[in-house]
């Protein structure tokens, strides 16, 4: 499944790796990725709610929740994120997508 810039008619994935075209969301979030809207919007990492990753002992392990804030400490999804692949393999991601500005300002 590729990136896709437009997830609906009104909400958008904001993160935008430059590379959408041809990134999957699995890369993404195992690189921590992102594009010109980072700065505005978060980085991939504040944009991932949950993941579902196998670990390289080949059990399934659910991280994150749909709800924000859901857990105590320190986030286990921060092992992850970002960690290209080293520690596991992800499966499933649950992300956060924003509605599109109503207008855009030069």
Known sequence: MLVS??????FFYSPDPSSYSVCS????VSHD????HVPKYG??????LGIE???V????VKLGALKRRS??????????IGSEGTIGVIA??????IRKPEVRGL
């Open 5 to 10: 810039k437009e997830v609906g008619p009104d």
């Open 25 to 28: 969301i699995g890369g993404n």
């Open 33 to 36: 990725s992102g594009g010109i």
């Open 43 to 48: 980085s991939t990492f504040s944009h991932v």
């Open 53 to 55: 990753v196998i670990t």
């Open 57 to 60: 002992e080949g059990k399934i």
């Open 71 to 80: 857990y105590r400490g320190l986030d286990p999804r921060s092992v992850f």
């Open 92 to 97: 499933k991601v649950y992300l956060r997508i």
